[in-house]
């Protein structure tokens, strides 16, 4: 069954975003293919407030709110508008069409917001849903993400096929490879004629271990510098859209774990205590660079590092071996952001790499030891004198494990 996401976006909007790059990051109003984790179940006012806060102050414009069914997300969200009119913060439903919807629920939720000065919308492909809305005094546009468009040679149908989108989201960010922008650009040209924008998304990382058939692990170990590499320097979309800011059951969540919100059974074993919070720092760089065209001038040195706690081939006692599992690397990653040349020390347990990276950004890793209980060490050196080191705080184990993790814990030392 073909799954679409619509993302839906008012007309004047439209007119705005195509005009200037804007970022927007996906928020998981619930889990559709996880109901019993409830992302948004136990939000209040202050949750929301929290989020849009921290999400603006990286440069984020607007969450794109999932929502799979006319159920209590609705309810929450009536308190995310708020906060976001408040704050100056933009919010739109992104439809999860894998799940049965009534057209006129849809419409009914869209009209709701109508009036919102916060809100950016669409159309549904179906006319009646267009229609519905119009009747209503509601112009509308679209923006689908249909997921079984990944294809380059398919691009030249979309448009054909689906005559009444006016843009298209690039929504695949999980990959058995490294992306190239093949897909990127051949979509970009399909809908560059319409009226709507081009959306690229940009994800951090892809693993689920819900012990079940859908549990994978993806190829994903440098996807978050690389992807803001493509969008900055190659694809230039008119919108880039982060996927996810908080899709925990999927691991990648960039905004900070919340403590009320219910997981589930299995999620917590393996995003509990697994911060992504650093990432955040690699978004404001990407974020800033993306809208001005430049590459920011560093003011500070920083690394930002990621890793496992547990090696591929560890066996664990419960939990389900994700697909893909050969695919990622067994090692620490840095992400260095420096104002001058240095030099960048990555050591864990007897392997030590040294390298001597430039001003800007550098990508390295130095690869997990043999030894059992082994914590990274990263240190930022210049001229003989160490600038800032730390150590990680999550150890790298060979045994003991009770679930299995492909989950990365992600830290930072900054001057």
Not at 11 to 22: K, L, S, V, Y
Not at 41 to 53: R, V
Not at 388 to 409: A, E, I, K, L, R
Request: aromatic share 14%.
């Amino acid at each position: 069954m073909q799954k679409f996401m619509f993302l839906l976006l008012t007309c004047a909007t439209i007119a705005r975003i195509t005009n200037a790059q804007r970022v927007f990051a996906h928020f998981m109003a619930s889990l559709s293919d996880t109901p019993t984790v409830q992302n948004s179940y136990s939000y209040a006012e202050s949750d929301w407030t929290n989020d849009i806060t921290i999400a603006q102050n990286i440069g984020i414009d607007g969450f794109a709110l999932n929502i799979a069914a006319n159920d209590y997300e609705v309810d929450r969200i009536v308190d995310a508008y708020a906060v976001a009119e408040a704050l100056g913060f933009k919010l739109f439903y992104s439809f999860d069409m894998s799940y049965t919807w009534q057209q006129s629920d849809m419409v009914n939720i869209i009209a709701n917001h109508s009036s919102s000065p916060r809100e950016s919308y669409g159309e549904d492909f179906w006319a009646s849903f267009k229609s519905s809305l119009q009747s209503q005094g509601i112009d509308i546009t679209l923006a689908p993400a249909f997921t079984t468009y990944r294809d380059p040679s398919d691009a030249t149908s979309l448009v054909s096929t689906f005559p009444s989108i006016d843009g298209f989201f690039n929504w695949p960010a999980d990959v058995d490879a490294n992306l190239t922008t093949a897909t990127d650009l051949a979509y970009q040209a399909a809908v560059s004629s319409l009226s709507g924008p081009y959306i690229m998304s940009v994800s951090p990382w892809q693993f689920k271990n819900l012990d079940g058939a859908g549990d994978w692990v993806e190829y994903s170990d440098t996807l978050w510098n690389y992807r803001w590499q493509q969008a900055v320097n190659d694809v230039k979309p008119d919108i880039v859209e982060i996927v996810t800011w908080n899709d925990y059951g999927e691991s990648h969540y960039i905004g900070d774990i919340n403590p009320n919100v219910y997981l589930g059974t299995q999620a917590p074993l393996y995003v509990n205590g697994f911060t992504h919070a650093a990432w955040r720092d690699v978004a404001q760089y990407y974020i800033l660079w993306f809208k001005t065209g430049f590459a920011p001038t560093i003011t500070k040195d920083e690394v930002v590092f990621w890793y496992r706690a547990w090696p591929k081939a560890v066996n664990c006692s419960t939990g389900s071996l994700p697909r893909n599992a050969a695919y990622p690397e067994d090692a620490v990653f840095a992400l260095v952001m420096l104002k001058d040349t240095a030099t960048i020390t990555l050591a864990i347990g007897s392997n030590t790499v040294t390298f001597t990276a430039g001003a800007g950004v550098t990508m390295g890793s130095v690869p997990f030891p043999s030894e059992d209980s082994q914590i990274p060490y990263i240190a930022i050196s210049r001229d003989g004198t160490t600038v800032v080191d730390t150590h990680g705080s999550m150890y790298v184990n060979q045994t003991g494990c009770t679930y299995y993790n492909f989950n990365p814990f992600v830290g930072s030392i900054i001057e």
